[in-house]
């Protein structure tokens, strides 16, 4: 069907999506020197600034060859909701377009994109009590605690969140708690997708094996470069109340600070648990509607060219 003469047409937005080490931020600055692009980050760690070597954010000879958005403009005891992400997210995608420019949301966290993309539910406001006390619950009864909860609460969303997943899990049981439903039931209501684009989404998938390696030599790495004397400063600046520090890679290395692990369990940890983490990713990416894989690394050439000749025939 024609659209009609007066009718704008949409603009172009790109998605670049994938699990964890598949080369991701590579990928997005090339489309961003080819088609003059701005990357909007959908990572929801490295939101968060000073958070720098567990995030693999792109360092600062990568961000000058485009303009970011959604980076390191959180303060860390400060939190980012899905929703607020979305509300942000939006407005930064209108600015770019606006400018005549291409956006590219490059990211891994599968929840804000949905958030951005397809709109979330209209839930209930965040009780800092019931927060507080949930906290304090966990804390207490051990990691799985608001797990076992949830899974009393709304059984079908506790095999969506992870074990581990704290901001996850404290929304899911206080939406359930305030509405008296589960978090699953009102997912399915007034949901407002975003409008006025068309939307390519392109989708990295490398060979598991090859995926897997890449992830040990970067979590080694991150260990290598300082990542335990990043955690220690942040932590004695912040103590609990920034959380990015349950994150992965961090995560593991307060345990070696804790003295619950040695740093080389640690480390191991912290590549089994990123390994893990590009499992779940690629589980909730699938879910994804007509992402065009590609089937490897982003900074790969071959890969490259498939993703400019995608991006130049949506143009």
């Given amino acids: 069907m024609e659209r009609p003469l007066n009718e704008p047409a949409d603009s172009l937005l790109v998605v670049i999506l994938g699990p964890t080490a598949s080369g991701k931020t590579s990928l ?12 909007v980050n959908c990572d929801s760690v490295a939101m968060y600034r000073e958070f720098e070597i567990g995030t693999a954010k792109p360092n600062p000879a990568e961000r000058a060859l485009a303009p970011h958005h959604l980076l390191d403009f959180v303060h860390p005891p400060g939190s980012m909701t899905a929703g607020e992400y979305a509300r942000q997210g939006r407005q930064a995608v209108r600015e770019i377009a606006a400018r005549s420019r291409l956006p590219i949301i490059v990211g891994g ?6 958030a951005l993309l397809d709109g979330l539910f209209p839930g209930p406001q965040r009780s800092e009590e019931l927060r507080g006390r949930l906290r304090e619950g966990a804390a207490k009864n051990g990691s799985t605690y608001l797990h076992r909860m949830l899974s009393r609460l709304d059984p079908a969303g506790a095999k969506k969140i992870h074990a581990n997943d704290t901001p996850k899990l404290i929304r899911a049981i206080e939406v359930s708690l305030a509405t008296l439903k589960p978090m699953t039931e009102m997912w399915k209501q007034g949901r407002e997708p975003l409008m006025g684009f068309h939307i390519l989404r392109i989708g990295l998938n490398p060979e598991r094996s090859a995926l897997y390696e890449r992830i040990n030599r970067r979590a080694q790495s ?3 470069q300082g990542l335990v004397e990043e955690t220690r400063g942040l932590y004695r600046k912040y103590g609990d109340r920034a959380t990015p520090l349950q994150s992965l890679g961090y995560r593991q290395a307060m345990h070696f600070l804790q003295g619950e692990s040695d740093l080389a369990s640690a480390i191991q940890s912290a590549q089994q648990a990123h390994r893990n983490y590009a499992k779940r990713q690629m589980t909730w990416f699938r879910r994804e509607p007509g992402v065009n894989w590609l089937e490897g690394f982003g900074d790969d050439p071959a890969i490259r060219k498939a993703a400019l000749d995608l991006v130049e025939h949506s143009l």
Avoid: H, N, V, W
């Fill in 109 to 114: 966290t599968g929840l804000y994109l949905r």
């Fill in 222 to 224: 991150m260990f290598d």
């Fill in 28 to 39: 997005s600055l090339s489309l961003a020197q080819k088609f003059s692009g701005e990357i």
